[in-house]
Nanobody, 127 residues
């Protein structure tokens, strides 16, 4: 079992920044990848960014590329999502998730490819 706890959400004005954290605990040694997703009211959960422990690259959705950055701290078993130049359309609940088995970066854009999820953290961007 892996437990994930997100933090760092809040309310900001457009153009502002937030940094989300996702701390993993439990049987983390078998984690293969971690991702960030978001879900706005009335919309489906959508991919934001992901990384794989075996891969130096990171992957971001086109809608956040150049504004959001995913990174990790192995010593803390924590993954971060730095969000800059926030827009009202970034308003959503943000979730982190972990996948245990290898797969492609393309597949990691799909929510059903993940094994464990955090409880989510609200991000609200006002205009």
């Amino acid at each position: 079992q892996v437990q994930l706890v997100e933090s760092g959400g809040g309310s900001v004005q457009a153009g502002g920044s937030l940094r989300l954290s996702c701390a993993a605990s439990g049987r983390t040694f078998s984690n293969y990848a971690m991702g960030w997703f978001r879900q706005a009211p009335g919309k489906e959960r959508e991919f934001v960014a992901c990384l794989r422990w075996s891969d130096p690259n990171t992957y971001e959705a086109d809608s956040v590329k150049g504004r959001f950055t995913i990174s990790r701290d192995d010593a803390k078993n924590t993954v971060y999502l730095q969000m800059n130049s926030l827009k009202p359309e970034d308003t959503a609940i943000y979730y982190c998730a972990v996948r245990r088995a290898p797969t492609t970066a393309t597949m990691l854009r799909l929510p059903d490819q993940y094994d464990y999820w955090g409880q989510g953290t609200q991000v609200t961007v006002s205009s």
